[in-house]
């Protein structure tokens, strides 16, 4: 029979590691995915396994993320969902941004390795804000309707632009400024909008179903972790293979890493003036990378996608810190 000190030890343990997970989920769920690409990619009796379960993360992966917004979305309060004065002040940092670097590429010609390091910092910044910021935000405590707002005012703005300035940058690039806007449209119809009318039908037609997931605290948030365990191993794997120097590649993450510090901290300062440094913070530093690695991929050099690849990791450190700077002030308070 076990010993109740036994059973007390054991329930510490199991206890603390569940705090452990919840306080640091997003960087455990990086270093996770980060050990399963190596622990495939190198060990030869997986490599079948790790054939077999590609094309299906490949699936499941863009219906987790719907899951995700879904939950996110049935916590918001469809009648404040409204344009606010912060969202105007990052929307034309981020195009300010923007024209500088597309200005610096045409001004200077800038060809070669620079037009890469340019190419990887101009996805990084011209890609709209994430969905998932709004997980983030909600778990911080912040105004989840005014996230959920310039979310959407974020995706049409990157719409413009991007058939706007790459023709520009890289006249290779035949992209009709109409088919691509229609397009980067389609994806955040099926990204943003599919989940949001399932969770008001829901709200409002299927209220036993609501009540249970807003019951449940931050169920979208580890959802969310369980997905970023996925993305870090895809990220990992793209910047082992990226066609490039090493210098390179370390150079375009460290740019990634600046650019990284820079949005956050210009968005929180806006957003102070407004009280809402919180939520401007993540809206203009917290980035669909996976839209930027996409944008990357298909109109510009591949090795460029390595830029928003490093960024997924850099905004998800800053989150981490966000969280667990959060979550001490809450158990001081």
């Not at 390091?117 to 969905?131: F, G, K, M």
């Amino acid at each position: 029979m076990r010993k109740p000190e036994a059973d007390k030890q054991h329930g510490g343990w199991w206890q603390s590691l569940i705090s452990f997970l919840k306080e640091w989920t997003l960087p455990v769920a990086m270093l996770l995915g980060t050990a399963l690409y190596f622990l495939f990619a190198f060990t030869p009796s997986l490599e079948r396994a790790a054939d077999f379960f590609g094309p299906i993360i490949d699936v499941i992966f863009p219906l987790f993320m719907f899951l995700i917004l879904f939950v996110t979305f049935c916590k918001v309060d469809f009648r404040c969902l409204r344009p606010v004065a912060w969202h105007f002040w990052v929307a034309l940092f981020q195009v300010l941004l923007v024209a500088l670097v597309v200005g610096v590429i045409l001004v200077f010609h800038v060809q070669g390795d620079k037009l890469i390091l340019l190419e990887a910092v101009l996805t990084c910044i011209i890609c709209p804000c994430a969905a998932a910021a709004a997980v983030v935000t909600s778990k911080l405590g912040g105004n989840l309707e005014e996230m959920t707002s310039y979310t959407f005012m974020s995706n049409f703005l990157t719409a413009l632009m991007v058939p706007v300035c790459f023709p520009l940058i890289d006249q290779s690039v035949g992209m009709d400024f109409w088919q691509a806007f229609v397009l980067i449209l389609y994806k955040v119809f099926i990204l943003l909008v599919g989940p949001m009318l399932l969770a008001f039908i829901v709200k409002h037609f299927v209220k036993p179903l609501h009540r249970w997931i807003v019951s449940v605290r931050d169920l979208s948030f580890y959802m969310w972790g369980f997905s970023l365990a996925i993305v870090s191993g895809t990220t990992v794997k793209n910047i082992v293979h990226a066609d490039s120097t090493p210098a390179l590649l370390v150079l375009i993450a460290l740019i990634g890493l600046m650019f990284c510090l820079v949005q956050f901290a210009v968005g929180r300062y806006v957003g102070h003036f407004f009280q809402r440094t919180q939520e401007a913070g993540q809206a203009l530093g917290q980035k669909n990378t996976n839209f930027a690695i996409w944008i990357a991929y298909t109109y510009l050099n591949p090795v460029s996608t390595v830029g928003p690849g490093c960024y997924i990791l850099w905004q998800n450190v800053i989150n981490s810190l966000e969280i667990w700077e959060h979550d001490r002030r809450q158990h001081q308070s």
